[in-house]
């Protein structure tokens, strides 16, 4: 036996979580060899066609890896996706995502997914393993969560800067387009919560210095930041700098936390500190009701005198 073969095999053995294939180990050990390791347990079947080093620590991201490896050309998807993505909290769920035809026998808690549309080749790499990228995982879930757990996870990924709404109505329709299982859920999350939801910048400007070019507004700063004393305080979404007014708009994902609304009560206060006057509007103000937003802003506007 070649001692290169071997080394080859602990460095592939490394990137793959501690786990081999059959043809990995007939490669580097020689049949008779493979099957020596096989009956004295230094490698031990996880999987069909898949084995686990002895010694090697038995892992959530290693029972992944193994399902992969079983089911040639799959990714990791739904639940499992999520959880690589930060979207959701610890399940220990194995779900990865074939193409048909194709039906891997795994062995629980293994769950392969036959996804017609799916394309491994667009797959990301993450912890060495191939998994939908975010916005595909927050699709694919609603065909396993209830519509309340998929709405957690878009909110989360939405906070964390995942993916956007934008991207997400994109692939909602191209998908759907296509009659893809799941766009259903994710279609109606994304229709209640597209007008409550927290905008691009660009559009959140463009809806604000509309309503102030329409009803004849003062000129607004939008993204103003607000310093004291050579110190950043706080950047507000828009503000009448010179009468210490601050316009901010909440969106869905606004509170996605308790430490973010700890955070933004902190801001306001300061703010308030300093003379600043706050108003807050829902972007569903913005939208639905913008004849009272502009009210509300002229009457602060022309209560509060310029510095």
């Known amino acids: 036996m070649a001692i290169e073969h071997v080394a080859r095999l602990d460095e592939l053995v490394q990137c793959q979580h501690g786990l081999v294939t059959t043809a990995q180990a007939v490669s580097a050990l020689g049949p008779s060899r493979k099957q020596r390791w096989v009956a004295e347990r230094r490698i031990v079947s996880v999987q069909p066609g898949v084995f ?13 890896m193994a399902a992969v490896l079983a089911a040639d050309g799959a990714v990791v998807s739904h639940r499992s996706a999520a959880e690589l993505w930060g979207l959701s909290d610890p399940t220990e769920f194995v779900d990865i995502s074939v193409r048909p035809p194709h039906q891997p026998r795994l062995r629980p808690p293994a769950i392969a997914h036959r996804i017609l549309d799916l394309h491994p080749e667009l797959a ?4 060495h393993l191939p998994v939908t990228d975010p916005i595909r995982t927050i699709v694919d879930l609603g065909l396993v969560l209830a519509s309340s757990a998929v709405g957690d996870t878009m909110s989360r990924g ?8 934008a991207e997400l109505v994109r692939l909602r329709e191209a998908l759907g387009r296509q009659g893809r299982n799941g766009t259903g859920v994710v279609g109606d999350l994304l229709e209640q919560r597209l007008l409550s939801a927290r905008p691009e910048d660009s559009l959140l400007e ?20 607000v310093w004291h004393a050579g110190r950043f305080v706080a950047r507000v979404d828009a503000a009448f700098p010179a009468r210490k007014l601050a316009i901010e708009v909440d969106g869905f994902a606004h509170h996605s936390s308790p430490e973010a609304f700890q955070r933004d009560r902190t801001r306001q206060n300061q703010l308030v500190s300093l003379g600043w006057t706050v108003l807050r509007f829902t972007w569903d103000d913005v939208v639905r009701r913008p004849t009272q937003v502009v009210k509300t802003i002229l009457d602060a506007v022309t209560r509060i005198p310029a510095a």
């Open 124 to 127: 990301v790499e993450r912890e």
């Open 52 to 64: 686990r080093m002895a010694g090697a620590p038995e892992t959530w991201h290693q029972s992944l």
């Open 158 to 165: 939405i906070s964390t800067r995942l993916f956007g709404i």
């Open 206 to 225: 463009k809806r604000l210095t509309d309503l102030a070019r329409l009803h004849d507004l003062p000129a607004m700063a939008t993204q103003f930041e």
